[in-house]
């Protein structure tokens, strides 16, 4: 079998439909056994570092945020042997000191979501729960927190992101209560995607590009997409500096704790792994999918 080199991850979220400076640029169109990531997706080489890039909610923003394959994006991504995402996406503040365009680096989330039957690959006949405490990893994160610090970026480090369905956003009281809580940011894709990248052992940490106050601040207008569109563009900018920073930072050999974390995390007995379930998830299983029989 042809080893494929360790690759980084990019996921544009609202606004952020590409990546500037991609050398040799390919683009695969990829079927999953889960349906059809959410765009092409384009490979390249910033600087000598390989890179894949897709767009969660597809070029144009075709897609809405309960309609994201996540399972899909993540199975094509890691096919392509990519072992840490950075995920951009657009969030709500929940905080007086988190304006809109500064970016939060968070660390936990808080689960309001109802399609979690969606959020794992697997199931069918193996069972795998993985270690979730501490969400995203730690040494990308830092390596983001740095990037921002050196490109001036007004950057917090740490945090918890509320996840919600959407389409709409927040009711005043939705908001003010997740504020009480003392949450710190709101969205409504990323956490579906830090799931499933830990069953997939590759490391995720994600930019989090604040666009407004969600609506429970008083004498500030609720959230609406005029605004959240003003402050996309500025975010946009933002993020691509940090992203590009960062790549050049991320070791070459995937040896953190999520690079394994499916070592304890299978209960199943490999001599009961269904066939049919090994091929779906051959990917996500790794080099487990080889020597089951051995």
């Known amino acids: 079998m042809e080893k494929i080199e360790p690759a980084i991850g990019i996921i544009g979220g609202s606004g952020v439909y590409g990546l500037e400076g991609l050398e040799n640029i390919e683009e695969r169109v990829i079927e999953t056994p889960f349906g059809s990531p959410s765009d092409t997706l384009i490979g390249g080489y910033l600087g000598d570092r390989r890179v894949w890039f897709l767009a969660r909610h597809g070029a144009g923003h075709r897609i809405l945020p309960s309609e994201v394959n996540h399972r ?61 405490a501490d969400p995203v990893s730690k040494n990308l994160r830092e390596i983001l927190y740095q990037a921002g610090l050196d490109e001036g970026v007004a950057i917090h480090n740490g945090g918890t992101y509320v996840c919600m369905d959407g389409p709409s956003f927040s009711t005043r ?32 940490a994600s930019l989090a590009m604040v666009t407004d ?16 569109g003003r402050n996309l563009a500025a975010n946009l900018k933002t993020s691509t500096k940090i992203i590009r920073r960062a790549i050049a930072q991320i070791p070459t050999r995937p040896n953190w704790p999520e690079h394994s974390a499916l070592n304890n995390a299978i209960f199943t007995q490999p001599h009961h792994w269904p066939e049919e379930t090994i091929e779906k998830i051959k990917p996500i299983l790794g080099h487990r999918a080889e020597v089951r029989d051995a």
């Open 213 to 228: 106050y969600d609506c429970w601040r008083e004498g500030h207008a609720a959230v609406d997409a005029a605004e959240v």
């Open 72 to 132: 899909a994006n993540f199975w094509a991504l890691r096919s392509l042997n990519v072992r840490w995402v950075i995920c951009a996406t657009a969030v709500g503040s929940l905080q007086e000191k988190y304006p809109p365009r500064s970016v939060v680096l968070h660390d936990q989330y808080f689960d309001r979501t109802s399609q979690r039957a969606d959020n794992t690959f697997f199931g069918e006949g193996i069972v795998a729960h993985v270690g979730f």
């Open 173 to 204: 009281a939705e908001s003010k209560f997740y504020r009480d809580q003392g949450f710190d940011i709101i969205g409504m894709t990323n956490l579906p995607e830090a799931k499933l990248a830990r069953e997939a052992e590759i490391s995720l």
